[in-house]
């Protein structure tokens, strides 16, 4: 789809992911094969918190919806496999391979 952007320049249009601005307005994270640092951002912004990584950052994917309504400690148990993990200090979300 398209969306309508309006600054001080003017009125700009831009192609969007429908499916992804649907599933924020649904609460739904909607990960579409979106990279660690992408589905990170999202999370980071609907949780509070500061994204912090350890190491490299691991060149994986993640597909799927996940509920927002789920704790953050659910959302991370989810989305954790041998590749990477978190852990929680505060308002810091650690990410590590």
């Given at each position: 789809g398209m969306q309508a952007l309006k600054n001080t320049a003017g009125l700009k249009t831009q192609e969007v992911d429908t499916?992804?601005?649907?599933?924020?307005?649904?609460?739904v994270f909607n990960f579409n094969q979106s990279s660690l640092p992408s589905a990170m951002r999202q999370i980071a912004r609907w949780y509070d918190v500061e994204i912090v990584y350890e190491k490299n950052i691991p060149s994986i994917t993640f597909a799927g919806?996940?509920?927002?309504?789920?704790?953050?400690?659910?959302?991370?148990?989810?989305?954790?496999?041998?590749?990477?993990?978190f852990r929680i200090e505060g308002k810091k979300l650690i990410v590590m391979p």
């Amino acid at each position: 789809g398209m969306q309508a952007l309006k600054n001080t320049a003017g009125l700009k249009t831009q192609e969007v992911d429908t499916d992804q601005a649907i599933a924020w307005k649904n609460g739904v994270f909607n990960f579409n094969q979106s990279s660690l640092p992408s589905a990170m951002r999202q999370i980071a912004r609907w949780y509070d918190v500061e994204i912090v990584y350890e190491k490299n950052i691991p060149s994986i994917t993640f597909a799927g919806k996940i509920q927002r309504s789920l704790s953050l400690q659910q959302i991370l148990k989810g989305l954790e496999d041998d590749q990477v993990h978190f852990r929680i200090e505060g308002k810091k979300l650690i990410v590590m391979p």
